[in-house]
């Protein structure tokens, strides 16, 4: 291994033993431009042969069924992308009556306080509320008695992200970086993980308070795209942001798509309400626009307008 590779290895805290080959492999491997090679694939309409061989393939290597998407049959999507971007058929995710929704199906992996400006990432590992929105301390300190929640989405899962809340859109903000695995084993030993990935962090306004969406990009993952922008260019480079006016951000109701990955990742919510009550205990597998929490006796700190 070049002294370079063992040098990054050393920064992203793994030890003399190597806690995972695997995981170790992604330091050293071309990460955007083997996500730029799967996304040409994953666009591929023809030969449609192809196309569907790769679709079939995968539905039987991640046990997915199309029972509940509105199209039923590897024939019936243009491409893979259509494919894993699939919508459901109507019904199929009914809102819960909580008054915050899970905005993903998958995996929640983490929940809980922000304490110290910090959120949990896994077992002896967290990273700070201004690494994951990569702006200034001021900005993050809206949130610094807030909660958070982390949602792992498996290749399996339904890659269309919901909002939690009733919210008016302020900013976003599209964070170049990373594209390390965001999987169990990768989350225990790469260290700021979530802080280090390419991402998309939009900011909202809720009868809550402020909100923040942060998807996070990852290994393979050919992009994220929006309701309001539309597919979001990745890759290296600066930090691209976006304002709305005071009141004319996009108002989005609890329950509405707002997003989507182009293969896998992590949806992660920071808020400012705090003391939320959790619905779901960590490590539960769990829907989109089912319920999430419920907040504290006369909790609201503000407003959509």
Same mark, same amino acid.
């Not at 024939?75 to 459901?88: H, I, M």
């Not at 290296?236 to 990742?265: C, H, I, K, N």
């Given at each position: 291994m070049r002294i370079v590779e063992a040098g990054r290895l050393i920064g992203l805290g793994y030890n003399s033993c190597m806690d995972s080959v695997m995981t170790a492999l992604q330091a050293i491997l071309p990460q955007h431009a083997l996500s730029r090679l799967v996304g040409w694939l994953a666009r591929l309409e023809n030969p449609v042969w192809l196309k569907n061989q790769l679709i079939r393939w995968f539905m039987a290597r991640y046990g997915i069924a199309l029972t509940e998407a509105s199209c039923r049959q590897a024939e019936d999507f243009p491409n893979f992308n259509a494919f894993f971007t699939r919508s459901l058929r109507e019904g199929a995710r009914p809102a819960g009556d909580a008054a915050w929704l899970h905005p993903a199906d /998958?995996?929640?992996?983490?929940?809980?306080?922000? #304490?110290? =400006?910090?959120? &949990?990432?896994? +077992? /002896? !590992?967290?990273?700070?509320?201004?690494?994951?929105?990569?702006?200034? +301390?001021?900005?993050?300190? !809206?949130?610094?008695?807030? $909660? *958070?929640?982390?949602?792992?989405?498996?290749?399996? #899962?339904?890659?269309?992200?919901? =909002?939690?809340? !009733?919210?008016?859109?302020?900013?976003? !903000?599209?964070?170049?970086? #990373?594209?390390?695995?965001?999987?169990?084993?990768?989350?225990?030993?790469?260290? /700021?993980? =979530?802080?280090?990935?390419?991402?998309? &962090? $939009? *900011? *909202?306004?809720t009868d809550h308070g402020g909100l923040v969406v942060v998807l996070v990009g990852a290994m393979i993952v050919a992009g994220i795209a929006t309701v309001w922008g539309g597919r979001e260019i990745p890759g290296t480079g600066a930090v691209r942001e976006q304002f709305w006016p005071e009141g004319d951000g996009p108002v989005l109701e609890a329950g509405q798509e707002m997003g989507r990955f182009f293969l896998g990742s992590t949806v992660v919510l920071v808020t400012e309400a705090s003391h939320l009550d959790w619905i779901n205990e960590v490590g539960d597998a769990v829907t989109v626009r089912a319920s999430l929490a419920q907040l504290p006796a006369a909790s609201s700190t503000g407003g959509t307008g």
């Amino acid at each position: 291994m070049r002294i370079v590779e063992a040098g990054r290895l050393i920064g992203l805290g793994y030890n003399s033993c190597m806690d995972s080959v695997m995981t170790a492999l992604q330091a050293i491997l071309p990460q955007h431009a083997l996500s730029r090679l799967v996304g040409w694939l994953a666009r591929l309409e023809n030969p449609v042969w192809l196309k569907n061989q790769l679709i079939r393939w995968f539905m039987a290597r991640y046990g997915i069924a199309l029972t509940e998407a509105s199209c039923r049959q590897a024939e019936d999507f243009p491409n893979f992308n259509a494919f894993f971007t699939r919508s459901l058929r109507e019904g199929a995710r009914p809102a819960g009556d909580a008054a915050w929704l899970h905005p993903a199906d /998958g995996v929640l992996s983490q929940r809980g306080n922000i #304490d110290a =400006m910090a959120l &949990v990432q896994a +077992k /002896g !590992r967290t990273y700070s509320v201004v690494d994951l929105l990569a702006g200034s +301390k001021e900005e993050a300190s !809206r949130y610094a008695q807030g $909660c *958070f929640a982390t949602t792992y989405l498996s290749p399996r #899962d339904y890659h269309r992200v919901h =909002m939690p809340v !009733r919210g008016r859109l302020v900013s976003t !903000r599209y964070v170049p970086g #990373d594209l390390f695995s965001v999987n169990h084993a990768t989350t225990e030993r790469v260290q /700021g993980l =979530m802080a280090r990935n390419e991402r998309l &962090v $939009c *900011f *909202f306004e809720t009868d809550h308070g402020g909100l923040v969406v942060v998807l996070v990009g990852a290994m393979i993952v050919a992009g994220i795209a929006t309701v309001w922008g539309g597919r979001e260019i990745p890759g290296t480079g600066a930090v691209r942001e976006q304002f709305w006016p005071e009141g004319d951000g996009p108002v989005l109701e609890a329950g509405q798509e707002m997003g989507r990955f182009f293969l896998g990742s992590t949806v992660v919510l920071v808020t400012e309400a705090s003391h939320l009550d959790w619905i779901n205990e960590v490590g539960d597998a769990v829907t989109v626009r089912a319920s999430l929490a419920q907040l504290p006796a006369a909790s609201s700190t503000g407003g959509t307008g």
